[in-house]
């Protein structure tokens, strides 16, 4: 039952969303993801990361991110460099900010270098520091998006939990029919289950 219904079924956190939300545009789960800004929430997004990704830290605390690489080994890349972050086909910010970080121009360019359904923008800062006409079908996810994403995830979750239930169900109602007929369950019949 654990294995057939119950797998992946866990709560999240945005860290979590956003892994899950990177695997979805990159399911071979080999891509390079930058992580803009140091704080806890970067710091819980690059643990969930740096199994499965190369894991790149871009934030303003220089001692901060090389305290981040010691413990994680992560790369640095230089704060707020444009250039460089646009070579990123995957980014998650974590940084919320009143202030207009990243541009129009910048979501333009970088949606140019990298192929539509194969690139994500994930934005957990709260304020957002993005501007752009850009949306979740672009590769552009914002906190509402990540939200929405969670109301999906649990929706499944609710499903599998159902398809569980009826299963175990199944399983002792089988068990119970097997007792009254005085037949003894074939433990193989039970693996299977």
């Known amino acids: ?56 830290l871009s934030a303003r605390n220089f001692d901060r991110v090389a305290t981040l690489h010691d413990q ?15 070579e990123f086909s995957l980014i998650i910010n974590t940084i ?28 957990l800062g709260s304020p957002s520091a993005m501007q752009t006409k850009l949306e979740s079908h672009h590769g552009i996810y914002r906190l509402d998006d990540v939200f929405s994403f969670q109301e999906e995830l649990d929706e499944q979750k609710r499903i599998k939990l159902a398809d569980a239930k009826a299963a175990i169900k199944d399983i002792v109602d089988r068990r119970s029919e097997s007792f009254s007929a005085g037949t003894i369950i074939n433990t193989k019949d039970m693996e299977l289950a």
């Open 1 to 56: 039952v654990r294995s057939s219904h119950l797998l992946e079924i866990g709560s999240h956190t945005y860290g979590g969303l956003a892994r899950k939300l990177l695997i979805k545009h990159c399911p071979e789960q080999k891509g390079r993801v930058l992580i803009l800004g140091s704080g806890k929430l970067a710091e819980e997004s690059l643990k969930l990361l740096t199994r499965k990704f190369d894991v790149y």
């Open 96 to 123: 919320g900010s009143h202030q207009t970080i990243y541009q129009e121009d910048f979501f333009d360019h970088w949606a140019k270098c990298h192929d539509y359904g194969k690139r994500a923008f994930i934005d």
């Open 72 to 86: 994680h080994g992560i790369r640095p890349v230089e704060w707020f460099s444009p250039q460089l972050y646009k």
